[in-house]
């Protein structure tokens, strides 16, 4: 069985860090905290889990504080959390399975990373990292803000969800942009940078800044597809919320100049139909986006509702407006087997089988009035 470092960086995380690591302080075994400068509970939290406490002085630089976190590890493998993260019971379980089964020559492990659930508990929005690590090919961190994990190696996909659970908002959004900016600074504009100065603006609120970021991003070459995605969902709902609804609809169509079909734009695409009382259309793309299998490769954000039940929903909606009542069954059927008790589509259930039987009868009696 493998051994595993638990590796964090922290600073006034006393409302989040203990449950955190209740939640993990039995799966690893060895848990080193680097502190970047508290001035709350934190260290008194943490010293009840470990000793292993070490001070960082904060010096703008995320993947600095990181890389630190990860030179203090003395086992096989490195896990990496925030301290408003947690594994949820059966991510516990699947980490200990993991853990036990493990093939030495995998060097990194990619989780799930669920920043929202829906009212069944299912994941929703998620985006992918790589969580466990392997020490030996000594992983390191790299930009400032919005730091990536750089690896090559073997990889293997795991099962374990990392569930998001912030207590409180507490994001310093200025910081973030000051962070950026300064990079961009000291080291020239990158790709990478330009897109995430379009995502800071967007998070300050600076909309129009943001709008003319990601339309000027988009213009460049392509070095992460999954980037170039991203910044034409945000820019489909800038001008939604705009009115300007034929660049909203570009936008969504251009998402497939980079990748295949993605469920959760097709179902944009379809909802922009169904908002202009277009049932036909929005139901094409709703059965287009239904028919989509998640892409085990993605590490992009993606809200894995578009893929699961939301298009079923909908396309009830839709073919109840058409008055295709045999098919809003169906696709009512296929929305409860993702929520089998949900009283609302029980109730949707009930009204559309009862509305189909009195159109069977009309037919019988029609038929029998036919001369």
């Not at 942009?177 to 998070?203: C, M, V, W």
């Not at 049932?279 to 059965?287: G, I, M, P, Q």
């Amino acid at each position: 069985m493998i051994t595993i470092s638990l590796c964090m960086i922290v600073k006034n995380e006393e409302e989040t860090i203990g449950r955190c690591l209740d939640s993990v302080h039995d799966l690893v075994d060895e848990i080193n905290i680097v502190d970047t400068g508290s001035t709350d509970r934190t260290k008194e939290i943490v010293s009840q889990y470990t000793n292993r406490i070490f001070d960082f002085e904060w010096i703008q630089d995320f993947a600095a504080a990181r890389n630190y976190s990860f030179d203090q590890a003395t086992q096989d493998y490195i896990f990496w959390l925030d301290a408003d993260d947690v594994l949820l019971e059966k991510d516990r379980e699947r980490f200990r399975e993991l853990k036990g089964s493990l093939d030495t020559r995998i060097d990194s492990v990619i989780m799930n990373y669920v920043l929202s659930r829906d009212s069944g508990g299912n994941a929703h929005n998620v985006t992918r990292h790589n969580r466990l690590v392997k020490r030996s090919i000594s992983p390191r961190w790299i930009y400032p803000i919005h730091e990536i994990l750089v690896i090559r190696g073997s990889l293997l996909l795991s099962p374990v969800e990392i569930t998001h659970a912030p207590k409180l908002e507490k994001r310093n959004r200025t910081r973030n942009l000051t962070i950026l900016q300064e990079h961009i600074r000291k080291d020239g504009p990158s790709r990478r940078s330009e897109f995430y100065l379009a995502n800071e603006l967007f998070d300050n609120e600076r909309y129009d800044e943001a709008l003319a970021a990601y339309e000027s991003f988009l213009q460049g070459s392509v070095e992460n597809f999954e980037d170039h995605i991203a910044a034409c969902g945000v820019l489909a709902h800038l001008y939604h919320e705009r009115g300007d609804l034929d660049r909203e609809l570009q936008y969504l169509f251009k998402t497939f100049e980079y990748d295949v079909p993605r469920a959760d734009y097709v179902c944009r695409i379809g909802l922009w139909f169904e908002q202009k009382g277009e049932y036909r259309l929005a139901s094409y793309w709703y059965e287009e986006a239904a028919e989509q299998d998640i892409p085990v490769d993605y590490f992009g954000l993606m809200n894995l509702v578009c893929w699961t039940w939301v298009p079923h929903v909908q396309l009830m909606l839709c073919y109840g407006k058409l008055g295709e009542l045999g098919k809003a069954l169906e696709h009512i059927e296929k929305a409860l087997s993702y929520f089998p008790n949900d009283p609302n589509l029980l109730e949707n259930k009930k009204r559309l089988e009862a509305a189909m039987e009195q159109q069977r009868q009309h037919s019988e009696e029609a038929a029998v009035d036919r001369p």
